[in-house]
Nanobody
């Protein structure tokens, strides 16, 4: 079994920065995809950023502000968030797709096999 645990959330002022971490534990060989998702109050779950097959993607609303990265030696990946805005307020989830996941599905919500429980980010004065 693989477990993912998010950390690094909290309260930050507009324009500030936070780095979210996703620590993976269990029997891990590799993932077909790793990504971050969020659910803002009253809104649908949204894919934020993903790495699959060496390709990195970001949703338009975070391009230039958020960066996804991974430290394989620590079995951890990250979401560096800068210039945070009130509309970034949400519960953030990390997720990963197993190796057998087709590349076309490895960044899709339905393609993810492992999920963290979520961590809250609040952007407010």
């Amino acid at each position: 079994q693989v477990q993912l645990v998010e950390s690094g959330g909290g309260l930050v002022q507009p324009g500030g920065s936070l780095r979210l971490s996703c620590a993976a534990s269990g029997l891990i060989l590799d993932f077909a995809g790793i990504g971050w998702f969020r659910r803002a109050p009253g809104k649908e779950r949204e894919g934020i950023s993903c790495i699959a097959k060496g390709s990195t993607t970001y949703t338009d609303s975070v391009k230039g502000r958020f960066t996804i990265s991974a430290d394989n030696a620590k079995n951890t990946f990250y979401l560096q968030m800068s210039d945070l805005k009130p509309e970034d307020t949400a519960v953030y989830y990390c997720a990963a797709a197993g190796l057998v996941t087709p590349s076309t599905e490895a960044c899709k919500t339905y393609g993810m096999d492992y999920w963290g429980k979520g961590i809250s980010v609040t952007v407010s004065p």
